[in-house]
Every structure is written in structure tokens, then in C-alpha cells.
């Protein structure tokens, strides 16, 4: 279809007080050859939109050019059922980020030129875009895979087949149930509602029953996930069932494999093996759940307990986080004690800070009313006592003393660890397992990173910790409940429908050909020029989503539906090689060369920002509708990550004139808060290699930085960016400028 651009400029808010809407017109009209363009009061209003749907059918229309607002409001409104739609930020950058443009001569000049060039992007943008095909394939699956059948698991695979899709439930037991079948009591769900304050069933039989008996379910139990291979919608899932194979299409996955304690044999400091009367919470779980609390040393009634908790975690020895739910298992077993023996019950927490969140504060109260003892202290020594039991010695923190006590049983609180196998986050390179070493992986992974999920520090599966909990960094697979942190049953249970909810979002968005987050619904995915390609494999080590293998001539093999659209492959391609439909090389250099630069004698510079769309370009969006004063001197461009950032666009600035060029992007380490993983960090790496070129081209290496920069430092950005302004005038001039 051939293309047909209408330019639609908005007049209010503003915009026609501060800026010669005439000039616009006629920048867009006959500086960009698009000749039709109308202006418009109010172009978010009825009568805006009516006017541009009527020309979508009179002047066959069909791509848009909006330039009034900022695109993060009226989205819907300017949704005309096509993705060729561009919209350019007169109102927050132009207009109200210059708040003197309607009074002040000068700045009515610098705010006209800025407005301009926000048009010149604008059109460049609309002229080098395409409207992306969704990628279609007729053996793309819906079916979940559910990995684990414990409470996490079976909650998740039951909620994904009420929902009406078909699921395959794993599980590497003969039996279902986890960890929580095994358990005596839970602690309540809704200790704060009237008849719910008492501990309650575990409701796993219930919960197995309805797992087995759905007919939406496939269940595989004494069985696990020999191999996995291919893309969401497109997994071939090969599970091995007492040693006969099967293969399953699958849409997408949740891995909910559970946890696993810490092992107490390290816990000697705490008394682990001193006697056999020091056990831990999950040995006296299994006792209460036989109906005998006894001693474990001569099998006499054990009236006298002591829990400790942290035994393990919070400990920059052991685990250096909190396990969540210690402190409430172990009121609900002090509870058990009381039941049991009531009046000659003696039960005593020992603690470093209790953390009963939410409506569990509740059940807190209730363990105190009904007699259970708080002690805020430390387990200075443990002996076995000649006639059974064990004294403990505690350092109490607020009697400031120690406390000696004769306890019939003590039980440490043992953190959890999650029972899934991850890799080092920054593996790039094919893992060589052996068989051994496979068959204790989750998923075996065909991947070229790895077979296995990328992990954070402690092990958990790595995903967006702020944005996307549920994410891990291979698309189409979510991980649920212990396995993903630290949590309850009840928390589990949350925990796993939203995962389930997750992978049947991912299933339909595939479906339509559209990605997943954070680029929700966007058709475009790249596309290979594979002859001019030269082997050089940077884009196959740096896509932070495994999206691309490699052929067996070492050319990059594209994994479509594993792909989120961050153009992190597009920015590593020295031969420029990768592109979108709606966003390239190309694309961004020829907006870049596209702004009106002063020349030197004008004493107004032009600074380039290529802003991340997902935090950095919402703050200064945010910035300008508060009033704060951007500076008149940048121009901005969004760019999908900074990981999409390729050297060559630094270079079309500089040679364009630009006095410097500031990528503002989110925070990298660690802590990491890109949304594409690792796309600021891959854009400093790259940068680091800019120096020496600025260098060849006599140009200062200080014209050029990466600002780390999160959706909260609105006020600071202002600043910011005038320092580096200031910074890069003070360089002394451009010799690219144009004369």
C-alpha cells in the first residue's frame, strides 16, 4: 500500500502563543515535502479527531504525524488502528519546558528553532518508516507448561486451565503435593478476618484432586524435562517419563520447582549437632504432622521449645537475605506446641527482628495472647543436657544480659534457597554439560547462552526486579512461588496466578505477532541482511534474550517470538546489517543529520540526547509538565534502549556539528534497572571504544557521555543537562560546524 502521511498540528495548550505555528506549517509543507498539514485548537477533542478520521477516508490517509503533546497521553485517542503513527512533543519540550517562550524575545526564538527541528524528526521519522508485518507461523502453541508440581505449580496449572487453556503439569515425584502435603498446618491466609485467626489445612489433597481430574491438564508426574528447544509458541518440550520420551508443543512456560533448606550441617554456631534435640523446622514440621512432639534424644513429650530464627539467612556467612517466612512458621509451630500440651506448654521465639507483614501482624498478636515468649537476642552457646534436652545460652538485646534456658527441643529456622538451576548472568557462550550435569537442570535450554535461566547474586532467576517480577531473561518462561524468592503458601499461591497470567498474556500476544513487554504489542522485529553480514557474532553474544543463535556458517539465526524488540542487535552490528520496519540505523542517522544547526558565530549550540524510552525520555516528558525549564539547546531523540545505540550515529553528529552528544539511560550493575537487561551497560562498553576515534578526529572525548538516569530524578535532569551544555561550550568550538 502506498503510503499517504497527513501532519496534524495542535494549536492549544499553549503551543500557538509560544510558537509561530505558520513556520511549522511551512517547515513540514515545503521543507519536507509533506503537503498535507493542518492545524487544529484542540486536536485531542471530538472535533480534532473527526477531522483527521475524515481524512483517513477522503485523502486515504494512513499515516500519521501528531504533533501537539507528549505520546505518553491521549494514546488512545490517537490510536487509528495502524502502528504508523508518529507523534512529536511540541507541548512538554517546546513549549512548557520553555516557560518563557510566550513572553521573552529570545527565548521565543530558541523555543521556534527547537520546535522546528522536533518536526524535522518528526517527518524524517514517518518518510523512513514501514509498517512491520507480524511474524505468523501455523504451528505456533498456546499450551502452557508447568514445571513443578507442588502448591505453586498446581496453582498455576489449574489457574491457566480454568482460564480455558491447555496445560502440561511436570513433576519429578511420584506423587503431587511438594513440600506443602507434607506440612501439618499453614499459617491463615486472612488471620485478620473474624473465624480465620487459627491456623489452617493445607488443602493440598483437595488441590491434587482438582490438578489430576482437570480435563485441561496433562499431568507427567515421576518425570522431568529432558530438552527444550526452540521459541515461545514454539517450544518442543521432549519430557522423560521412567525412561520413555515424549515431545509437547508449547506456547510458554512457568517454572515453579519450589525451594530448598539451608543446610543446617553449617549451622554449628547455633547448635546443629551438639544434640540430636536441635533440629530444624521442617524436622519438627513432620513430627507435629505425625501427632507427637517429643524429644528426639529418649521420645519424652517435649513441653519446652525454642525456635530460632535467621538460622542461615541475613547472615553475610551464610544467606545474606531474609527468608521471609521464618518468623511465621515458627509462631504456627509454637502454636502447635500449645495445642498439644496447653497449660505445661513452655514455648520461646528467639529472635533479631520479627517481620510479619501485612495482615500477618495479626497472627503475631495471636501467638503473643496465647502465650508464646519473644526474645530479642542472640544464641550465644548450646550444650546437650545429660539428661536429655538441650540449655541454651542467649545474649538478650533489650535486658541487655544473657538468659540461660532448659529447653526439651530447639528449632532452627533454616532459610530457604530456590531449587531451580541458574547461570552466571554474563554467560556468553554455549554451556558444554555433560549428562550428568543435564539431568539436574530445569528446562535444559537449547540456548547459545546456556542451558540453563541467568540468575541474580543469591541465585534466583534474573528478571526486571521494579517492573517485571515474574520475567526471567529467556521470553516466554516465568518462574513462580520459592523458586523465585522467598514466600509462603499464600504468597505462593498469588504468586503463581500471576505467572499464569503472565504466560497466557505471552501465548496471545505471540499469537498475534506482537511482543511482549516492556514493548507490549509492538509487531516489528528485525530483519538480517545476511550477505553483508561478516561473522563478527556480536549480535548473538549480545542480545540479552537469547533471541539469536547461529547457523552452522556462524550467521545470525533469528528466534522471532524470542525476540522483545529492544534493537540491542541493531546497535552491536558494526555493518549495520539489522534493522525494524519502524526503526533503524538509517532511520535515527538521518533524523540526526536532519536538525538545523547554527553556525559557530550564532553562540547557540546543539546537543544531541538519544533518550531511553522507558525511563529517561518519561523524566524529561514529566519535567516539562511541571514547568521546569529544558534546556532550549538539546535536541531529543527516544531511542528504544541505549543497547540499540549504534556508533555510528555518534559519528553523524559530530560530522553533522553537533558541540556533544548525552545517551541518558537506566542504571547498569548490580542492581540494574534496564528494562533490556543490559542495554546501558552494552551502550558504555561501546563508548568506551568512542574515545580513541573522537581523539583521531581531533574531537574531545568529554563531548560525548552516558548518564544513568531513572523515571524519579525529574528534578534533577534540568540540571543535568545544563551542566553538560556549560561543559561542552566551554570545549571551545566544533570544528564540524557548518560555516
Given at each position: 500500500m502506498e503510503k499517504k502521511i497527513g501532519c496534524y498540528i495542535c494549536t492549544g495548550c499553549g503551543i500557538n502563543e509560544a510558537l509561530n505555528v505558520k513556520?511549522?506549517?511551512?517547515?513540514?509543507?515545503?521543507?519536507?515535502?509533506?503537503?498535507?498539514?493542518?492545524?487544529?485548537?484542540?486536536?485531542?477533542?471530538?472535533?480534532?479527531?473527526?477531522?483527521?478520521?475524515?481524512?483517513?477516508?477522503?485523502?486515504?490517509?494512513?499515516?500519521?504525524?501528531?504533533?501537539?503533546?507528549?505520546?505518553r497521553v491521549h494514546v488512545e485517542t490517537f490510536r487509528f488502528g495502524t502502528p504508523m503513527i508518529e507523534r512529536v512533543n511540541l507541548r512538554e519540550f517546546a513549549v512548557w519546558g520553555q516557560p518563557d517562550a510566550a513572553t521573552d524575545k529570545d527565548a521565543k526564538e530558541d523555543a521556534q528553532a527547537l520546535g522546528e527541528d522536533l518536526l524535522r524528526f518528526g517527518c524524517i521519522r514517518v518518510k523512513k518508516?514501514?509498517?512491520?508485518?507480524?511474524?505468523?507461523?501455523?504451528?505456533?502453541?498456546?499450551?502452557?507448561l508447568v514445571v513443578g508440581g507442588g502448591y505453586s505449580g498446581m496453582t498455576a496449572a489449574k489457574g491457566a486451565a480454568d482460564a480455558g487453556y491447555d496445560v502440561v503439569l511436570v513433576e519429578k515425584a511420584v506423587e503431587l503435593g511438594g513440600k506443602v502435603a507434607k506440612m501439618h498446618r499453614l499459617t491463615p491466609a486472612n488471620p485478620s478476618l473474624p473465624g480465620k485467626d487459627g491456623l489452617q489445612e493445607t488443602g493440598a489433597k483437595a488441590l491434587c484432586l482438582a490438578v489430576e481430574t482437570h480435563p485441561r491438564i496433562k499431568l507427567y508426574k515421576n518425570a522431568r524435562v529432558k530438552q527444550t528447544v526452540g521459541a515461545p509458541g514454539l517450544f518442543d518440550v521432549t519430557i522423560d517419563q521412567a525412561g520413555s520420551d515424549t515431545v509437547e508443543r508449547i506456547g510458554s512456560i512457568v517454572v515453579a520447582t519450589g525451594y530448598n533448606l539451608y543446610d543446617p550441617n553449617k549451622l554449628g554456631h547455633l547448635g546443629y549437632g551438639a544434640s540430636p534435640d536441635v533440629i530444624t523446622a521442617w524436622d519438627f514440621e513432620q513430627m507435629a504432622r505425625e501427632g507427637r512432639i517429643v524429644r528426639k534424644s529418649d521420645g519424652l513429650p517435649a513441653k519446652r521449645v525454642a525456635f530460632v530464627q535467621c538460622?542461615?539467612?541475613?547472615?553475610?556467612?551464610?544467606?545474606?537475605?531474609?527468608?521471609?517466612?521464618?518468623?511465621?512458621?515458627?509462631?504456627?509451630?509454637?502454636?502447635?506446641?500449645?495445642?498439644?500440651?496447653?497449660?505445661?506448654?513452655?514455648?520461646?521465639?528467639?529472635?533479631?527482628?520479627?517481620?510479619?507483614?501485612?495482615?500477618?501482624?495479626?497472627?503475631?498478636?495471636?501467638?503473643?495472647?496465647?502465650?508464646?515468649?519473644?526474645?530479642?537476642?542472640?544464641?550465644?552457646q548450646v550444650a546437650a543436657n545429660s539428661g536429655g534436652g538441650v540449655k541454651v545460652q542467649v545474649a538478650d538485646k533489650l535486658l541487655r544480659g544473657d538468659e540461660s534456658m532448659e529447653v526439651d527441643l530447639l528449632v532452627l529456622a533454616t532459610g530457604m534457597t530456590p531449587n531451580i538451576d541458574t547461570t552466571d548472568p554474563n554467560v556468553s557462550s554455549n554451556l558444554n554439560l555433560s549428562d550428568e550435569e543435564r539431568a539436574k537442570t530445569v528446562l535444559n535450554l537449547d540456548y547459545r547462552q546456556g542451558a540453563s535461566l541467568p540468575s541474580l547474586k543469591w541465585g534466583f532467576p534474573d528478571s526486571h526486579y521494579i517492573c517485571f517480577p515474574y520475567e526471567?531473561?529467556?521470553?516466554?518462561?516465568?518462574?513462580?512461588?520459592?523458586?523465585?524468592?522467598?514466600?509462603?503458601?499464600?504468597?505462593?499461591?498469588?504468586?503463581?496466578?500471576?505467572?499464569?497470567?503472565?504466560?497466557?498474556?505471552?501465548?496471545?500476544?505471540?499469537?498475534?505477532?506482537?511482543?511482549?513487554?516492556?514493548?507490549?504489542?509492538?509487531?516489528?522485529?528485525?530483519?538480517?541482511?545476511?550477505?553483508?553480514?561478516?561473522?563478527?557474532?556480536?549480535?548473538?553474544e549480545e542480545c540479552p534474550f537469547g533471541a539469536i543463535n547461529e547457523d552452522d556458517k556462524g550467521n545470525p539465526q533469528?528466534?522471532?517470538?524470542?525476540?522483545?524488540?529492544?534493537?540491542?542487535?541493531?546497535?552491536?552490528?558494526?555493518?549495520?546489517?539489522?534493522?525494524?520496519?519502524?526503526?533503524?540505523?538509517?532511520?535515527?542517522?538521518?533524523?540526526?543529520?536532519?536538525?538545523?544547526?547554527?553556525?559557530?558565530?550564532?553562540?547557540?549550540?546543539?546537543?544531541?540526547?538519544?533518550?531511553?524510552?522507558?525511563?529517561?525520555?518519561?523524566?524529561?516528558?514529566?519535567?516539562?509538565?511541571?514547568?521546569?525549564?529544558?534546556?532550549?539547546?538539546?535536541?531529543?531523540?527516544?531511542?528504544?534502549?541505549?543497547?540499540?545505540?549504534?556508533?555510528?550515529?555518534?559519528?553523524?553528529?559530530?560530522?553533522?556539528?553537533?558541540?556533544?552528544?548525552?545517551?541518558?539511560?537506566?542504571?547498569?550493575?548490580?542492581?540494574?534497572?534496564?528494562?533490556?537487561?543490559?542495554?546501558?551497560?552494552?551502550?558504555?562498553?561501546?563508548?568506551?571504544?568512542?574515545?580513541?576515534?573522537?581523539?583521531?578526529?581531533?574531537?574531545?572525548?568529554?563531548?560525548?557521555?552516558?548518564?544513568?538516569?531513572?523515571?524519579?530524578?525529574?528534578?534533577?535532569?534540568?540540571?543535568?543537562?545544563?551542566?553538560?551544555?556549560?561543559?561542552?561550550?566551554?570545549?571551545?568550538?566544533?570544528?564540524?560546524?557548518?560555516?
Open positions: 513556520t511549522l506549517t511551512a517547515t513540514v509543507a515545503k521543507e519536507q515535502k509533506i503537503p498535507l498539514v493542518k492545524n487544529h485548537a484542540m486536536l485531542c477533542s471530538p472535533e480534532g479527531v473527526e477531522m483527521i478520521r475524515n481524512d483517513m477516508t477522503s485523502e486515504g490517509v494512513n499515516t500519521f504525524l501528531i504533533a501537539a503533546c507528549s505520546p518508516m514501514n509498517n512491520p508485518e507480524p511474524f505468523e507461523d501455523p504451528g505456533l502453541s498456546k499450551t502452557i538460622a542461615g539467612s541475613r547472615d553475610k556467612n551464610h544467606l545474606e537475605y531474609c527468608s521471609s517466612t521464618c518468623c511465621t512458621v515458627s509462631m504456627k509451630q509454637a502454636l502447635y506446641v500449645i495445642d498439644q500440651y496447653k497449660n505445661e506448654a513452655s514455648t520461646c521465639v528467639i529472635y533479631q527482628e520479627i517481620r510479619t507483614p501485612g495482615q500477618l501482624e495479626d497472627f503475631y498478636r495471636k501467638a503473643q495472647n496465647e502465650g508464646v515468649v519473644f526474645v530479642k537476642g542472640d544464641v550465644k526471567t531473561r529467556r521470553t516466554g518462561i516465568y518462574v513462580a512461588g520459592p523458586a523465585r524468592r522467598p514466600m509462603g503458601a499464600a504468597s505462593s499461591a498469588t504468586d503463581a496466578m500471576g505467572a499464569a497470567l503472565k504466560a497466557i498474556q505471552a501465548v496471545e500476544s505471540i499469537s498475534r505477532g506482537a511482543a511482549v513487554h516492556p514493548r507490549a504489542g509492538d509487531l516489528s522485529y528485525p530483519s538480517f541482511r545476511k550477505e553483508g553480514c561478516t561473522q563478527c557474532k556480536r549480535c548473538t533469528f528466534n522471532p517470538t524470542r525476540c522483545r524488540r529492544c534493537g540491542t542487535c541493531m546497535g552491536a552490528c558494526p555493518q549495520k546489517i539489522i534493522s525494524f520496519a519502524n526503526y533503524s540505523v538509517d532511520m535515527i542517522g538521518a533524523m540526526i543529520k536532519g536538525c538545523e544547526v547554527p553556525p559557530a558565530e550564532d553562540e547557540k549550540p546543539r546537543i544531541l540526547v538519544l533518550a531511553c524510552e522507558n525511563d529517561a525520555y518519561p523524566a524529561l516528558d514529566m519535567a516539562g509538565i511541571n514547568r521546569q525549564k529544558l534546556n532550549p539547546y538539546i535536541r531529543v531523540i527516544p531511542v528504544r534502549c541505549l543497547g540499540s545505540v549504534n556508533l555510528v550515529w555518534i559519528a553523524d553528529a559530530m560530522s553533522t556539528g553537533y558541540d556533544g552528544v548525552m545517551l541518558l539511560g537506566c542504571r547498569h550493575g548490580d542492581d540494574y534497572q534496564c528494562h533490556f537487561v543490559r542495554g546501558s551497560a552494552l551502550a558504555e562498553i561501546r563508548l568506551s571504544k568512542v574515545a580513541e576515534t573522537l581523539s583521531r578526529l581531533q574531537l574531545d572525548s568529554a563531548r560525548v557521555r552516558l548518564t544513568e538516569i531513572n523515571i524519579m530524578d525529574v528534578d534533577r535532569l534540568p540540571g543535568l543537562l545544563d551542566d553538560f551544555v556549560k561543559e561542552v561550550t566551554a570545549l571551545g568550538e566544533q570544528p564540524y560546524k557548518p560555516f
